[in-house]
């Protein structure tokens, strides 16, 4: 066994989180702003109306400086594949290539082809070509959405998909069920209608800020309205999509259903926990109460995880240790075949070697009979299979109870914007001037849920994350670490105060 030096692995988890987390600042908003501005300016075509004009180009200017800072930051990501992550690469760089190369090949393309003329092209082409540029940065940004969420998806469940035991790597065998992978379906869906409830409270942020400065009042009623109307929308999708996405992870990552609500022992008819302190001190296998308070509603995550209100949901322990009487396997078992798959193909290598092919088939043979379970091979321990609980189960909790709150926000705008008294809520103006901060919070915990609740994959049930790393020291992982903070601070920084440098002009210096 090829001996893993843990802290580089620990510091390279934390760079690509660093890089994933500042990334997803700017994600959320280039996928609903880009929208918004389609829509601001449809209306403006339809109704001829240049303050439809001001107030497009002037939502047009902030999704701009986002989108060139969200680039950069994902390259970069991309990268880091190849630096941190070469067994990654090498293991599965066949099929979670593909994807990216295609969002970089096609759906970039569009991105970059339109954005020139959206930007740029106001007095140089027809308002319909300019409006048709608009709609495609607007679905070329999610386009690109589609084929990296593609990818994570494929780690999450890894389909369409054969391992290849002379080049020990997973090969693609077939492209439609990759594209077509239920979990990428619900990933790209919760996603994207995520973001375009993240960039509806955005608008509602720098709305209030000018109905408080009693500044550009007419303009932040307009941008009211249609955001609020897209944000209430997006809403209703988000929480269709996340019904759909929590079926996905109940029928295939049990283990992160588990971890989000902090279930230790399986139940039938199993209770949802709506509001929960966990007990720090519990740990798997042991009799302690996981709970000192759980507010629950019963029978709701057995319809959540198998469309039937008295199916049984297994918890942390019967994953670990099996559970026979609900015909659940444990890791204990799974680590025994992983091995043995292992064993498999290290004799199938040397067959090879010395040239053996009756000795080579039946080790081939018999390592496609425990090939699913590779992966826990280079597992020691059943807890090793165990996801950080206590963060995953919170972040769940944050992300549900913001998102449940932002659908109140958007019709309290709508109501009082429509009925004309929207300048004298003075309780309501503070609250949609720091949405925005609340559905970045809730935007960062649901990536908190769906990256760090499959711990410890990279590719679920297949490549743990402590296999896949680049054989690199722990200080130069260190070094680049400290750079990424920096660079990254600065562009957030230069961000920012881009921003609020545009926003303090308003729309009069977009026109």
Request: proline fraction near 3%; aromatic fraction near 16%.
């Amino acid at each position: 066994m090829v001996e893993i030096d843990l802290s580089m692995v620990n510091w390279a988890r934390a760079q690509f989180a660093l890089t994933a987390m500042y990334h997803w600042l700017f994600v959320p908003l280039t996928l609903g702003l880009s929208f918004l501005c389609a829509f601001f300016e449809s209306i403006y075509v339809k109704t001829g109306k240049e303050e439809w004009k001001s107030i497009t180009k002037f939502w047009m200017t902030l999704f701009a400086i986002n989108f060139a800072v969200g680039v950069a930051t994902g390259i970069i990501l991309e990268f880091e594949f190849g630096t941190n992550w070469s067994n990654y690469s090498w293991m599965v760089g066949d099929i979670f290539g593909a994807p990216l190369a295609i969002e970089g090949i096609f759906a970039f393309f569009i991105e970059a082809t339109f954005f020139a003329v959206m930007f740029f092209g106001w007095d140089r082409v027809s308002k319909k070509f300019h409006l048709f540029s608009t709609w495609m940065v607007a679905i070329g940004a999610n386009l690109s959405a589609v084929w990296i969420l593609v990818a994570n998806a494929w780690m999450q469940n890894p389909v369409g998909m054969k391992f290849n035991l002379d080049k020990t790597r997973f090969e693609m065998f077939n492209f439609a069920d990759v594209v077509f992978n239920p979990v990428a379906v619900s990933k790209f869906t919760h996603t994207s209608s995520s973001g375009f409830l993240f960039a509806s409270l955005f608008v509602i942020t720098v709305s209030s800020w000018y109905l408080i400065k009693g500044r550009h009042i007419e303009m932040a009623k307009k941008s009211i309205v249609v955001a609020s109307v897209f944000g209430l929308i997006s809403s209703g999708y988000v929480i269709w999509t996340g019904d759909r996405s929590a079926y996905d992870v109940a029928q295939q990552q049990p283990m992160k259903l588990a971890a989000m609500e902090g279930l230790y022992e399986g139940e039938r008819s199993a209770s949802v926990s709506v509001f929960g302190i966990l007990n720090s001190n519990k740990q798997p296998g042991d009799d302690q109460d996981p709970f000192h308070l759980n507010i629950k509603v019963p029978f709701v995550l057995s319809y959540l995880a198998n469309r039937s209100f008295d199916s049984f949901v297994p918890g942390v322990d019967d994953l670990l240790y099996g559970n026979a009487a609900e015909s659940v396997e444990g890791v204990e078992s799974k680590i025994a075949i992983g091995k043995k798959a292992l064993e498999d193909l290290a004799v199938y290598k040397q067959a090879k070697k010395d040239k053996d092919e009756d000795l080579a088939q039946q080790a081939m043979a018999s390592f496609r009979e425990g090939e699913k379970y590779l992966g826990y091979g280079y597992l020691d321990t059943p807890e090793e299979a165990v996801p950080n609980v206590a963060i995953t189960f919170y972040a769940f909790r944050v992300m549900f109870i913001l998102g449940s709150a932002f659908p109140i926000i958007f019709l309290l705008f709508l109501f009082f914007t429509m009925k004309g008294t929207i300048t004298k809520q003075r309780w309501l103006l503070p609250i949609g001037l720091f949405s925005v901060f609340f559905g970045m919070l809730a935007s960062q915990a649901g990536w908190i849920v769906a990256e760090l609740g499959r711990q410890p994959w990279a590719i679920q049930d297949f490549l743990p994350v402590n296999v896949a790393t680049t054989n690199l020291s722990a200080s130069n992982v260190q070094i680049t670490f400290a750079l990424f903070f920096i660079v990254f601070t600065v562009l957030l920084i230069a961000e920012i105060k881009i921003m609020l440098k545009q926003i303090s002009i308003g729309p009069e210096g977009s026109k």
